[in-house]
């Protein structure tokens, strides 16, 4: 069952200015003009919005049918503004869609960055920085999955010093020191590395941006880290 269908009298779209937007600043930037959100962030703590993704995957295992979410509505109500209540860094892989897999969400609840294995590259680290300090997401999740393709390509690097062709080399480059770590481990190397890879990410968001490490040291932003299993639905968040 969707968001939609198990709350249909819950109203979270909230309109008006963004003139509180730009105070989150910690450089003194700040968006003007129409790229700029018209949209109040949302008011969800972090613990708040963590609760709900656990509620949201909860009922995707319990009840995986969706129902039609009034997409035309809802694309009214957001296209003047954004105000997702989490962030989600999660792989590319086809099978993992975190809209759906944290209950069937609507349009602007999440914001989402994918790429292979799941990595905090530039590109995704701006986009976390955009969504913590001007959208006012509460929540970061660094979402590993279960037989990650990227991640089995690093371990092989680490284990046999296989070389990659094309850009897929430089691509794991990131991950493969989770998976030099993770040898000689007890259980599979693969899913040791999964996890081990989310949180030294989810490690990296936090300290390597000075802009997201000082919205958490304010309180106002949580970073997790967790593991999809492919089999069972189940997102499992580990810290």
């Not at 481990?185 to 949180?199: C, F, I, M, P, T």
Request: glycine share 12%; net charge neutral.
């Amino acid at each position: 069952m969707c968001e939609k269908c198990s709350q249909t009298n819950r109203r979270r779209f909230l309109t008006g200015t963004a003139a509180g937007l730009a105070a989150l600043g910690v450089a003194g930037w700040s968006m003007t003009g129409p790229a700029a959100a018209k949209t109040s962030p949302t008011s969800m703590t972090p613990d708040e919005a963590l609760a709900r993704l656990k509620k949201g995957n909860a009922r995707f295992i319990a009840e995986p049918q969706l129902c039609e979410a009034d997409l035309g509505k809802r694309r009214e109500q957001v296209a003047g503004g954004q105000a997702p209540w989490a962030t989600i860094l999660t792989c590319a892989d086809s099978r993992v869609p975190p809209e759906l897999l944290f209950g069937g969400l609507n349009l602007g609840e999440l914001f989402v960055c994918r790429n292979a294995g799941n990595m905090a590259d530039t590109a995704t680290m701006g986009t976390i920085e955009y969504g913590a300090e001007h959208l006012g997401s509460p929540l970061i999740v660094v979402l590993g999955h279960e037989r990650c393709g990227a991640v089995a390509a690093a371990c092989e690097v680490a284990e046999k010093g296989t070389v990659l062709p094309g850009s897929i080399g430089p691509m794991v480059d990131a991950i493969v020191p989770a998976a030099k770590a993770m040898l000689g481990k007890e259980g599979d190397l693969v899913a040791n590395v999964v996890r081990e890879s989310a949180k030294r990410t989810a490690e990296k968001i936090g300290t390597q941006s000075e802009i997201v490490s000082h919205i958490v040291h304010e309180g106002k932003l949580r970073i997790v880290y967790g593991v999809y299993d492919l089999d069972t639905g189940v997102v499992e968040f580990l810290g």
